[in-house]
């Protein structure tokens, strides 16, 4: 920094003016081998416009979340691992795997049992360890940067295809809620014998949800317990279903390990399809690299940044262990009490027992869901098991309702860089995802509200892409990760896995319109969506490699305000823990930008 601008900040400062200095630098401007805490003046700047600071993700008075951080304890008689330093970071891996919990995943997996018993085990186990490696992608970053990654994509994308991408993540984020919501609407309707009517309980859970967030202005530490007793009634309730209906645990095993379908059919196939879309949710990627903000990490230390990222994917891989064993307990229930059964068995057995549902399986098809898989366990093993069952349905509705909602503030805030007042964030991300699922629980029967649940399941598996493509992008590129970059098989793999995700898509697409009306108009509309769908994707993926260092991609013929951007940062004097606002002259070891210098020292 030169000495006229010391001499500024100096009378600024002893006139006693407040307001962040800020300091424009361009990526452009920094040399190869320039470190962090190099001289950058004012007016010294690219020419290209600076990002504005994000407020809402500097200050983090935009998410109650983080009013409060966990400090990191030292414990210097266990350098390789502390559980002490494991206890203080644990907390994020466990609100992330509740989306690997929710009613759309539970219902995924009784329906694999259902119809292929235990062969598909080994792909829950498959997408959920694919599902950890790209938490510990998307924890690194909000780690290594101090930013998560909606807020990254803000300070990243062009205006246009930023608010493209905003559009799709919302996209899944509202058909996850509305997952959620029917859940825990079910769960009331199973627990009150029908009494409580469906929209009755989607708006007990509009009520619940802003009741139980404002368990967080009573501490971080105590909401994270409210979630863990959530996952721990999962375990209890489903642990239970799982211990009376004692399944075969030879061929568990054997579908667990073994990765292969015997005689399994299209429907089968399908359904596989299906349990990776369930696993893995775009929108859980998002929320993961927020919730790491709320620890304490001195950034500017590669050894507690390199220690944060260790103890994270540990915490992530035990809670994700635990949302596995939970997803195996649903699974078994099915594949042992339903699979193979036929629907005269299945209703005698109601009638036997009274169950007040028994009605539902007075067809002539058997077919399960969350509703009727509940129903099932009533009349099949005793009407405690159906009660149970809806006591687990509910803390999966309802903690995922509540972590679904931290998601739509964070990627709201961070993509429209909004400074809302918390109610108003509240009210307007459940208020979209709400209102037509009122609308539904209304107008039709709970039959349809399955066959939503089912419409959701695909349209979240078409959204994934648009959270895989960014996260592959940002944490392999080095001007924002550093030497924490994604290592060269990292960066393979999950591009590998993208190019996977993005074919299994278009197969759902595929099978989808076979089922539409037979009408030139429907297939015009599904053909230009499919076609606009490809195209955002195929710009995401040449964002990516240019950003990455593929420069002659950007020879390509395109409008200007779809080219990345030649960034430059404002860094300010504020204590908030982001990249782009940063303690001066502290190096930053997850950026190759420019920080000023310590004018206190």
């Known amino acids: 920094m030169n000495e006229e601008a010391r001499e500024m900040e100096r009378t600024s400062k002893e006139e006693g003016d407040s307001r962040p200095r800020k300091v424009e630098i361009s990526r452009s401007q920094v040399r190869p081998g320039e470190v962090e805490g190099s001289e950058v003046g004012p007016g010294e700047g690219s020419e290209a416009l600076p990002i504005k600071p994000s407020s809402a993700s500097s200050t ?9 951080k966990i400090p990191i304890p030292e414990d210097e008689d266990h350098p390789v691992f502390s559980f002490r330093k494991l206890w203080a970071f644990t907390g994020p891996g466990f609100l992330m795997s509740i989306a690997y919990l929710d009613p759309g995943n539970i219902e995924s997996d009784l ?53 493209v991408l905003w559009f799709m993540v919302e996209i899944a984020i509202i058909g996850s809620d509305m997952q959620e919501v029917i859940g825990t609407a079910i769960a009331f309707y199973l627990l009150s014998d029908g009494k409580i009517p469906l929209y009755a309980g989607v708006l007990i859970t509009i009520a619940d949800t802003f009741t139980f967030l404002l368990l ?69 990627i998002y929320l993961h690299s927020a919730l790491v ?13 390199r220690e944060a990222n260790k103890y994270f994917f540990v915490e992530a891989a035990i809670a994700l262990f635990v949302s596995f064993l939970i997803n195996v307990f649903v699974t078994a229930v099915f594949a042992e009490g339903f699979y193979g059964k036929n629907v005269t068995e299945v209703y005698d057995n109601c009638l036997k027992v009274g169950n007040p549902h028994a009605s539902i399986f007075n067809t002539t098809k058997l077919d399960v869901d ?58 307007f991300t459940r208020s979209i995802a709400i209102l037509p699922t009122i609308f539904v629980a209304t107008f039709s029967g709970i039959q ?22 960014p996260i592959l992008t940002f944490t392999s590129s080095e001007n924002i990760m550093g030497e924490f970059k994604n290592g060269r098989f990292m960066s393979i793999f999950t591009g590998v896995l993208a190019i996977v995700v993005i074919g299994i898509n278009l197969f759902f697409i595929s099978e989808y319109i076979q089922g539409l009306p037979d009408h030139w108009a429907v297939y015009l509309a599904v053909s230009t969506l499919v076609l606009v769908y490809i195209i955002i994707i195929l710009y995401l993926i040449w964002f990516c490699l240019i950003t990455n260092g593929i420069q002659f991609l950007e020879r390509i013929p395109c409008f200007t305000f779809l080219k990345p951007r030649d960034t430059t940062y404002i860094l300010t004097e504020s204590v908030s823990g982001t990249r782009l606002d940063l303690q001066e002259g502290v190096p930053d070891f997850g950026s190759t930008s420019t920080t000023a210098d310590n004018d206190e020292s």
């Open 60 to 68: 983090s008075i935009a998410s109650s979340y983080f009013n409060n």
């Open 111 to 163: 329906r694999s049992g259902s119809v292929a018993q235990f062969k598909l085990l080994w792909i829950l186990m498959s997408a959920t360890f694919l599902g950890l490696l790209m938490q510990r992608l998307s924890a690194r970053l909000g780690v290594v940067t101090g930013m998560h990654l909606a807020e990254v994509c803000y300070r990243s994308y062009p205006r246009i295809p930023r608010f």
């Open 216 to 284: 967080d202005k009573y501490g971080l530490r105590k909401l994270e317990a409210f979630f863990a007793f959530l996952i721990f009634i999962m375990a209890v309730t489903f642990g239970y279903e799982y211990v009376i209906v004692k399944p075969d645990q030879p061929s568990l095993l054997k579908g667990m390990f073994i990765p292969y379908c015997e005689d399994c059919g299209p429907e089968q196939v399908l359904q596989a399809v299906g349990i990776i879309g369930a696993i893995i949710m775009p929108h859980n």
């Open 293 to 305: 903000k709320s620890r304490d990490v001195d950034r500017s230390q590669r050894d507690h940044v």
């Open 370 to 427: 969350i509703f009727r898989g509940g129903v099932f366990l009533g009349c099949q093993f005793g009407l405690a098991a159906m009660y149970i069952w809806a006591v687990g349905i509910l803390a999966a509705g309802q903690s995922s309702t509540m972590t679904g909602t931290y998601t739509g503030q964070f990627v709201m805030e961070g993509f429209l860089n909004l400074k809302w007042k918390r109610w108003m964030r509240v009210l």
């Open 448 to 469: 349809d509200l399955t066959v939503m649940n089912d419409m959701l399941n695909v349209l979240m598996s078409l959204q994934l892409p648009f959270a895989l493509i």
